[in-house]
């Protein structure tokens, strides 16, 4: 019997993507066999970068990672975990402030989907003060921001800050 592929979904926006959930990203790629990264569509946010953006900075910043895969979707994150033929969520947490989101979202998923289970990484603690929107934040007063996002996404936010800039 071929043994069963471990097969897991880190879904989220990713807008944009930090070195927090880098971190994720590869510590769940040395857990699972592979690890799909679901870059949700989301039609009521108006994101900085685009899905197709989100989706290839993820591409670039992953691509030395070959169990990892990069995907966007719209919808239920646990139908898209089914159309990927896997069993686990991934998410991060990094602190209690995070936690009751978390938890009613795995419990719901849980009802909807008894099938899937949600894995929670406990964030590096270098991260764990880190998100998307302080880094938006940081980035949008002109500051650098590649102590916190990989250099392409620090390379990619101060060009588009200039570009608006101009226009301005
Ligand atoms: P969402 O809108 O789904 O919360 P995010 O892109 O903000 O999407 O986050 C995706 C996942 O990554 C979430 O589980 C979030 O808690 C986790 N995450 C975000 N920032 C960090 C970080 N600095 N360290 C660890 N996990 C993080």
């Known amino acids: ?22 971190d994720i990203i ?11 990264v679901g870059v949700l569509r989301n039609s009521a946010k108006t994101p900085l970068f685009s899905t197709e953006e989100r989706v290839n900075i993820l591409k670039e910043v992953t691509k030395e990672i070959p169990n990892v895969e990069i995907r966007s979707f719209e919808g239920l994150t646990v139908s898209f975990v089914r159309a990927c033929g896997a069993g686990v969520i991934i998410r991060g ?9 978390e938890l009613q979202m795995a419990q719901t998923n849980r009802i909807l989907a008894p099938d899937i289970d949600t ?5 590096s603690l270098e991260y ?5 929107t302080t880094v938006r934040e940081i980035a ?3 500051h650098n921001v590649e102590q916190f996002v990989p250099p392409v ?16």
């Open 119 to 123: 894995l929670f990484l406990t964030t």
């Open 1 to 22: 019997m071929t043994p069963k592929i471990r097969k897991a979904v880190y879904p989220g926006t990713f807008d944009p993507c930090t070195k927090g959930h880098l």
């Open 26 to 36: 590869k510590r769940a790629a040395q857990q699972f066999d592979e690890v799909i």
């Open 128 to 132: 764990a003060y880190l998100s998307s």
């Open 140 to 142: 949008e007063f002109g």
């Open 153 to 168: 996404v620090a390379d990619l936010m101060s060009r588009k800050r200039s570009s608006r800039n101009e226009f301005q």
């Open 93 to 101: 947490l990094r602190a209690v402030t995070d936690f009751e989101y």
